[in-house]
Nanobody
Framework: QVQLVESGGGLVQAGGSLRLSCAASGRTFSDYVMGWFRQVPGKEREFVGVVSRNGGIRNYADSAKGRFTISRDNAKNTVYLQMSSLKPEDTAVYYC???????????????WGQGTQVTVSS
């Protein structure tokens, strides 16, 4: 299995940028497709984006397209979520997750981090 730890969350003004990191340990990182999700209280966990094992393929939710970029460094066992042009509606707890296919549903992911809070002020 793999253990995931997110970092990089915080408070940012609307229009600003933030980069989240997710460090993995355990089983070989490059065995996994890596996804990012977010969740606000009272709502289901929402897909943000996913990156393939070698980083060559990325899929994004419509809300993330053009503003967020997922990348990974397999040598560092880390996946990143670069967020720009942030909006108050991006406020959520952000989670990274590992899977074996490039799914968009949270229930298809095998391993999860603990989440990191992102708050965007208006």
């Amino acid at each position: 299995q793999v253990q995931l730890v997110e970092s990089g969350g915080g408070l940012v003004q609307a229009g600003g940028s933030l980069r989240l990191s997710c460090a993995a340990s355990g089983r070989t990182f490059s065995d996994y497709v890596m996804g990012w999700f977010r969740q606000v209280p009272g709502k289901e966990r929402e897909f943000v984006g996913v990156v393939s094992r070698n980083g060559g393929i990325r899929n994004y939710a419509d809300s993330a397209k053009g503003r967020f970029t997922i990348s990974r460094d397999n040598a560092k066992n880390t996946v990143y979520l670069q967020m720009s042009s942030l909006k108050p509606e991006d406020t959520a707890v952000y989670y990274c997750a590992a899977a074996f296919q490039m799914w968009r549903r949270s229930q298809d992911y095998n391993y999860w981090g603990q989440g990191t809070q992102v708050t965007v002020s208006s």
